[in-house]
């Protein structure tokens, strides 16, 4: 017989253990070691038992025991050094608070958060970044404030059926057994927030607080009474459902993650966000939330959008806009049109925000509601997670602001971090607390690592390797005894692997651009690779398709069925049911780090980041973060097959680039021991990894870029336009308004030059004016820039340099000179042009309204050749 209702039972802890509840209430414990030995010393069994988990292990240590441990002065001792510890780590002042000025509060809304194992809100790399996001925020006193939804089921848990099929499995999750508390008014009752939906219906949700070191994480949850069946389950899982029930999970995240913000603040008394972070599109309503609570304060929507956009910071992800979220427009249209329209916000203006550039039909209809280009639309800050993801994004969007370069598209780009904390293996934590004291967690002074001793390292690593090793025969057995196979048939699993092997790890989602097979492109060179006898090679696979992605499992089954085959299987294994706790064990334990995407759809990809920093090498595509930051000498970059448009046989040649660089280089150098046993020219290129990347892959590296690029101009810029009643907003509306109404009587009328003779020679310089019909616009509402530089076969500026032309008094015609000087500081063929675009001091971007005006006649170009 099945429960009706799961629930969790909390022990009532002894007076003297208090602060043991403290603690464990703390997700700081997540990333602090010394907390977590004194968890296991509650009781080590139950420790071993329940995986870690210190809610799980109060829930299951025995009476008898917490009263011998509140009889125990030495673990009260502990206990109170602990306690005191994070009270100290929650009030001293950190790096934030050095500086001398900041938004006072960051609302950070994210779909998934990857804090620890504990708390399954995650699948994949997305949550995972969120939640170093949220450590590195904790660690440098970043005030953020952190927004999700809370899934009872989470993401699935993965097995393998005896054909080697990924199957899901959904765990009920009671949050009475999750390191939360409820959120409750003054008065004792669950705190709530309302969403209206169409039809008269009402989505409820209560908000559960996790704290994230200092930072608190607020997830909403819509599993209460008051909802009916189909709200109920709105956040029963992550990534789950049709388009109607996706579009509640962003209703709820973004809408609700605005209002319950407003709630926690009005009753814990924090301070307000100034600047508002939509992590990818998933949360992009957010802003429509918060221009509804301006308008019904009396801002016209213009007004509203404008002060929004200020303070509001949006970060892509995805470099395929497969990726993206897009809803019907109509279905964006009922929810908030008809009977459940907001007052003062028009739904088609809503609609015009996520309409994407290129969809419009004759009659301005759109059919489809973009949430990235809403995002983009709502926030006067956007970037990207590396810097050629940054590329590839202008390039996705360029469509949002015709007319610009591709370079001026306004998507910049900061490249992820890791939090070392969470990931770096501990005996490596230690080696570098003892020999390098004021490197751990440091964006300064890692060249400091060539002091390491090689063999401590080469040490460290065995160490890490044998762990992993270790843990994955017990995963590789428990699979196979979970598809049907007897104990009797496993005897081998126990020789599995080898702790003295090279090992490499491969461990991602596994959508088809990942491409999780490309190793098995030819399956007896991989063999040949596993068996050398002189250097052979392992390799642990983990990853999850999507449930609806039947490519990705018949992926994850071909992989599967190779590390069935009995020649191989103690060489090669995947691992079901890939977490942070199996992510911690591979970044850590293995040699080399693989990843093999088809470039450059890799946005950023942090793996091989965590890998780096315990001493493992990167072999991998120059795809994301990997494409910035290779040197040539702290990894290997597998050549690619750009320009060869047969898929088929652009894997072919890049798993051919792969094996031979495996066999050549990689093993070879693995394997190349001196008379000690050690791999210098290895550990040489393990020390170079660690002092070369070692400061830029810091999740702290990271926060502090958000921090000084984008958090704190945004706050300045929302402080501008909401001092005296919004006076900015005002203004700077009502600016766009009329500059985007005058627009079209802005001409270039004529453009010359002098000063270069008919024979320009390099170091000469050329004056330009450019005569420019103003229409009702005056010489201070637009720039005059010349571009100038190298030209392409049809006359196309090249990355062109732009200097902005100065104004002289207008005519009475309405026409305007303006006049600069262009160096001609480069030779070969040279071009220039003029464009007009306009000019604030709130703009972001020259591109930030989309207008540009350039001479009608590619005759206002002159060309010529520099000598």
């Known amino acids: 017989m099945r429960a009706i209702r799961r629930f969790t039972v909390r022990t009532v802890l002894p007076a003297e253990l208090a602060p043991l509840g403290e603690l464990v209430q703390n997700l700081r414990w997540s990333w602090h070691p010394e907390t977590m030995d004194l968890f296991a010393d509650v009781d080590p069994d139950v420790w071993e038992r329940v995986g870690h988990d210190p809610v799980a292990l109060l829930g299951a240590v025995a009476a008898d025991r917490l009263r011998e441990l509140a009889r125990d002065r030495r673990f009260l001792r502990r206990l109170a050094d602990a306690a005191d510890d994070l009270r100290e780590y929650m009030t001293a002042p950190r790096w934030y ?68 099929w990924q199957q899901e499995h959904y765990p009920s999750l009671d949050p009475g057994g999750l390191p939360l508390s409820l959120l409750k008014e003054e008065d004792g009752t669950p705190s709530r927030i309302r969403i209206g939906l169409p039809g008269g219906r009402t989505l409820h949700a209560q908000i559960w607080v996790a704290q994230v070191g200092r930072i608190p994480l607020l997830l909403l949850d819509s599993d209460v009474a008051d909802n009916d069946a189909a709200a109920r389950d709105v956040t029963d899982r992550l990534y789950g459902g049709g388009g109607d029930h996706r579009l509640m999970q962003e209703l709820l995240l973004g809408i609700g993650g605005v209002r319950a913000l407003r709630a926690y603040c009005r009753i814990t008394g924090h301070a307000e966000p100034e600047v508002f972070h939509t992590n990818e599109g998933h949360a992009g309503f957010l802003g429509l939330e918060r221009i509804r609570e301006l308008t019904e304060a009396r801002l016209s929507f213009d007004e509203a959008l404008e002060a929004v956009r200020a303070g509001t910071v949006f970060t892509t992800h995805t470099p395929v806009p497969a990726g993206i979220d897009r809803f019907p427009a109509e279905m964006i249209g009922r929810q908030f049109g008809g009977d459940n329209a907001w007052p003062t916000v028009d739904v088609d203006r809503i609609l015009e925000l996520g309409a994407e550039p290129e969809a419009a039909d004759g009659d301005g209809e759109k059919a489809v509601f973009n949430m990235a280009v809403m995002g983009m639309r709502l926030a006067q800050r956007v970037n990207g997670v590396s810097v050629l993801h940054g590329e590839v994004s202008r390039e996705m969007f360029q469509g949002l602001w015709p007319g610009f ?124 690779l596993l068996l050398d006898p002189a250097k052979p090679v392992q390799i642990l696979i983990a990853g999850k398709a999507h449930p609806a992605d039947e490519g990705g499992k018949k992926l994850i089954q071909q992989i599967v069925k190779f590390a069935d085959m009995e020649d191989v299987r103690h060489r090669i294994v995947f691992l079901p049911d890939y977490d942070m706790a199996l992510g911690q064990l591979l970044v850590q334990g293995c040699d080399v780090w693989m990843n093999n995407p088809l470039r450059p759809l890799e946005a950023c990809g942090t793996s091989g980041m965590k890998a780096a920093l315990n001493g493992g090498l990167n072999l991998s595509i120059r795809d994301g973060w990997w494409d910035e930051w290779y040197d040539g000498t702290n990894g290997w970059a597998i050549p690619t097959a750009d320009g060869v448009t047969d898929p088929d046989r652009r894997d072919e040649l890049e798993a051919a680039a792969l094996y031979d660089l495996i066999e050549r280089e990689v093993a070879d150098r693995f394997y190349d021991r001196a008379a000690d046993g050690l791999p210098r020219r290895w550990l040489e290129m393990v020390k170079h990894t660690l002092s070369s990347l070692g400061p830029k892959v810091l999740a702290g590296r990271m926060l502090r870029d958000y921090v000084i690029e984008l958090y704190a101009p945004a706050a300045d810029s929302a402080r501008t336009l909401s001092a005296d009643h919004y006076h900015g907003a005002k203004s700077f509306a009502a600016w766009k308004l009329r500059v985007s109404q005058a627009w079209p009587g802005i001409r270039v009328e004529h453009v010359e030059t002098s000063g270069i003779g008919d024979t320009p020679e390099l170091g000469a310089t050329m004056e330009i004016t450019a005569t420019i019909a103003l229409g009702d616009l005056s010489p201070e509402d637009i720039h005059v820039q010349s571009g100038y530089g190298r030209v392409g076969p049809h006359d196309e500026l090249l990355d062109p340099t732009y200097v902005t032309l100065t104004p002289g008094h207008p005519g009475d015609d309405g026409r305007a000179p303006f006049t600069g000087t262009i160096p001609l500081d480069r030779t070969g063929a040279f071009g220039y042009s003029v464009r007009v675009v306009p000019h604030h001091p709130l703009m972001a971007s020259p591109a930030e309204l989309g207008l540009i005006t350039v001479p009608e006649e590619p005759a206002g170009m002159t060309n010529g050749t520099l000598r």
Not at 416 to 429: K, L, Q, S, Y
């Open 405 to 528: 370069d591709l370079s001026e598209v306004p998507i910049g780009s900061i490249t992820n971090g890791v939090h070392a904390p969470t990931w770096v293996g501990r005996e490596v934590m230690e080696l570098a607390g003892k020999e390098l004291p004021t490197l751990v967690d440091r964006t300064q002074g890692w060249d400091s690592v060539q002091k390491l001793s090689e063999g401590d390292i080469w040490t460290i690593r065995g160490q890490l390797r044998a762990r992993l090793v270790e843990d994955a025969r017990k995963r590789l057995r428990r699979s196979w005894r979970e598809r049907g196979a007897s104990e009797a048939e496993l005897g081998w699993t126990d020789e599995a692997l080898d702790p003295g092997v090279l090992t490499i790890g491969f461990a991602r989602r596994v959508p088809s651009y990942k491409r999780l097979t490309l190793m098995l492109s030819d399956p007896d060179r991989l063999r040949d």
């Open 97 to 164: 608070q050095t500086l001398p000025s900041g938004p006072a509060a960051i609302g950070y809304f994210s779909p998934e958060y990857g804090i620890a194992a504990a708390l399954p809100q995650y699948s994949g790399g997305l949550g995972i970044l969120a939640g170093d996001h949220l450590k590195a925020a904790s660690d440098l006193g970043v005030p953020i404030l952190g927004v999700g939804l809370l899934y009872r089921h989470g993401y699935f848990s993965q097995s393998l059926s005896p054909e080697g």
